[in-house]
T-cell receptor
Framework: QKEVEQDPGPLSVPEGAIVSLNCTYS??????FMWYRQYSRKGPELLMY????GNKEDGRFTAQVDKSSKYISLFIRDSQPSDSATYLC????????????FGKGTSLLVTP | DAGVTQSPTHLIKTRGQQVTLRCSPK?????VSWYQQALGQGPQFIFQ???????QRGNFPDRFSGHQFPNYSSELNVNALLLGDSALYLC??????????????FGSGTRLTVV
């Protein structure tokens, strides 16, 4: 079993919809949780990060972490066609920030 | 301000050959990490270099080796290529002072195809 699990999709939604992306993990030592966006033929770019449990909001994006359930989420409000990309969750230990542990990524398509 | 630069962008090699991929970190960054991203998968950590030393290594065989130069740029070498080495190889740079994994900047990667 991989440490980080993520449904690869694909997920297709109409423009303006609320998108929910999720990851589960097995290692309780993870404390830093990140969401990356990766466009085709590009490297991942950091969207959001959260330390420990709780919510964080940035514009149309909200990240949630529930450490008790080992479950993290990313919500995208008022989704736009430009949001079409692969979304990767990543997490790391507090004692060693060297290695990012990624999920498989969820492919999202927002249709006009 | 230039981000992370990787070269070449695409590469085709034959099984058994050796390959060298190159990475220039973002200006001001001193640490370079390498990741392998197979098609449909998330990136997998290969290793990280700081002060020209390998600081941490993921679960990759010794065929994968690296180097960091005094100007912080880095190379990833893969020997005895296998078909399964076909992937996008990503370089990420950061500052050593950032231990949380948050401050990584990724390059666009090198697409390696082994035939």
């Amino acid at each position: 079993q991989k440490e980080v699990e993520q449904d690869p999709g694909p997920l297709s939604v109409p423009e303006g919809a609320i998108v929910s992306l999720n990851c589960t993990y097995s290692n309780s030592a993870f404390q830093y949780f990140m969401w990356y966006r990766q466009y085709s033929r590009k490297g991942p770019e950091l969207l959001m990060y959260t330390y420990s449990s709780g919510n964080k909001e940035d514009g149309r994006f909200t990240a949630q972490v529930d450490k008790s359930s080992k479950y993290i989420s990313l919500f995208i409000r008022d989704s736009q066609p430009s949001d079409s990309a692969t979304y990767l969750c990543a997490m790391t230990h507090s004692n060693s920030g060297y290695e990012l542990n990624f999920g498989k990524g969820t492919s999202l398509l927002v249709t006009p | 301000d230039a981000g992370v630069t990787q070269s070449p962008t695409h590469l085709i090699k034959t099984r058994g050959q050796q390959v060298t991929l190159r990475c220039s970190p973002k200006s001001g960054h001193d640490t370079v990490s390498w990741y392998q991203q197979a098609l449909g998968q998330g990136p997998q950590f290969i290793f990280q270099y700081y002060e020209e030393e390998e600081r941490q290594r993921g679960n990759f065989p010794d065929r994968f080796s690296g180097h960091q130069f005094p100007n912080y740029s880095s190379e990833l070498n893969v020997n005895a290529l296998l078909l399964g080495d076909s992937a996008l190889y990503l370089c990420a740079s950061s500052l050593v002072s950032i231990r949380t994994g948050v401050g990584y900047t990724f390059g666009s990667g090198t697409r390696l195809t082994v035939v």
